[in-house]
């Protein structure tokens, strides 16, 4: 594929479209009035589609055309503008470029760009297919924006915002941090989001305490049950202990009844 301007991958992408698929992407990601997808537009392509399109594109795809991606009303138009930071960021991110000064940079320009059209990625998997990759992988790089305190204030104004999608993004992005071996950010986050009212949040935060109880410690996990699971939603008491013996499971539900 020939080096490709952002309109032209929007119109090549629009020429995919597919109507049967577009229908039931738009019911499986709750478009309808009210729900948390409300007004969302597809154009009905699968997910390896639009992988095939970053595969393409991104070696010499620059990184001032994406917010034209990420603006653009199409949803899986959005998801290719994240999924092109996310392989910027990760070629710049290997063993060999961790201390790099030149790749540090472009990691923080990067890195700046998705916080800024951070609520373009406004559905659960433009969240889960970015903020691991993206906002987790930066909290364990250098970076010459800040140190930890910095970044703990990212992920702080990213929980405390008023968007939903911001504040799955302060949680989901603890799941390459666990991978990594570092609890400390999924533990942060899971308790800062107790009690949030939505359904998509006890989802997100169950599922990464049980990452991290899977790739860090078990024990770790208990602990954090042992202090929370009276109070924790059941759903997400439920996604967090998804791995552990029906017995185990048993025990920690009774906690919720």
């Known amino acids: 594929m ?33 729900e948390y997808g409300e007004g969302d537009e597809f154009l009905g392509l699968k997910v390896p589609q639009t992988r095939e ?61 998705y916080l800024q059209y951070a609520e373009q990625a406004n559905n659960w998997d433009l969240v889960d297919l970015s903020a691991p990759k993206i906002l987790g992988h930066w909290l364990l790089l250098p970076s010459n924006l800040g140190g930890k305190d910095y970044k703990i204030k990212v992920l702080d104004e990213l929980a405390q915002s008023s968007c939903l999608w911001k504040q799955r993004m302060s949680i989901v992005c603890s799941w390459k941090t666990s991978q990594i071996g570092d609890p400390s950010w999924c533990l942060r986050y899971a308790e800062i989001h107790l009690h949030h009212p939505h359904d998509l949040m006890h989802k997100a935060v169950g599922w990464m305490l049980r990452e991290m109880g899977k790739r860090v ?6 602990d954090f049950l042992r202090q929370h699971a009276h109070e924790m939603p059941r759903t997400m008491l439920r996604y967090a202990i ?10 920690w539900m009774s906690l919720r009844t």
């Open 53 to 113: 399109v970053v595969r393409q594109v991104t070696q010499d795809f620059p990184l001032s055309e994406v917010p034209e991606l990420l603006l653009n009303r199409w949803h899986e138009v959005r998801l290719c503008g994240f999924l092109i930071l996310v392989a910027k960021f990760e070629k710049l991110a290997t063993k060999r470029l961790e201390n790099n000064l030149d790749a540090i940079k472009q990691r923080d320009e990067i890195l700046t760009m």
């Open 2 to 34: 020939k080096r490709m301007t952002a309109q032209e991958i929007i119109t090549y992408m629009e020429s995919l479209r597919n109507e049967e698929q577009r229908k039931v992407l738009m019911g499986f990601f709750k478009t309808g009035p009210g």
């Open 242 to 251: 998804e791995k552990m013996s029906d017995a185990e499971r048993k025990e």
């Open 217 to 222: 410690s078990m024990d770790l996990l208990r």
